[in-house]
Nanobody, 124 residues
Framework: QVQLVESGGGLVQAGGSLRLSCAAS????????MGWFRQAPGKERDFVAA?????????SYADSVKGRFTISRGNAKNTVYLQMDSLKPEDTAVYYC????????????????WGQGTQVTVSS
């Protein structure tokens, strides 16, 4: 059992920045990777970024956010951040933190635990 809590969402103007945080607690022994997904109204939940706790903390990103978003591990235990720069209205969505037993993946089915989500709204 792993519990995930996201924070840092909000309203920001286009071109601005936000930093999302995700804290994991509980039985994190089996957790090998953490990632971020997002879901806009009427759309599927899409992969954003992921980081593994092995393979030298390798990261992966969706093409739509490469060069703008950065996923990283925090100083606190079992914490991951998503730094979002140069935000666009298309980035508006509910952002979900996820944790999985396997290495980082862009597939939502690979993750075992999910947070409640945090709203990110980018105005034009």
């Amino acid at each position: 059992q792993v519990q995930l809590v996201e924070s840092g969402g909000g309203l920001v103007q286009a071109g601005g920045s936000l930093r999302l945080s995700c804290a994991a607690s509980g039985d994190t022994f089996s957790t090998n990777a953490m990632g971020w997904f997002r879901q806009a109204p009427g759309k599927e939940r899409d992969f954003v970024a992921a980081v593994s706790w092995s393979y030298l903390s390798s990261t992966s990103y969706a093409d739509s956010v490469k060069g703008r978003f950065t996923i990283s591990r925090g100083n606190a235990k079992n914490t991951v951040y998503l730094q979002m720069d140069s935000l666009k209205p298309e980035d508006t969505a509910v952002y979900y933190c996820a944790a999985g037993k396997i290495g980082s993946s862009r597939y939502s089915s690979a993750y075992d635990y999910w947070g409640q989500g945090t709203q990110v709204t980018v105005s034009s």
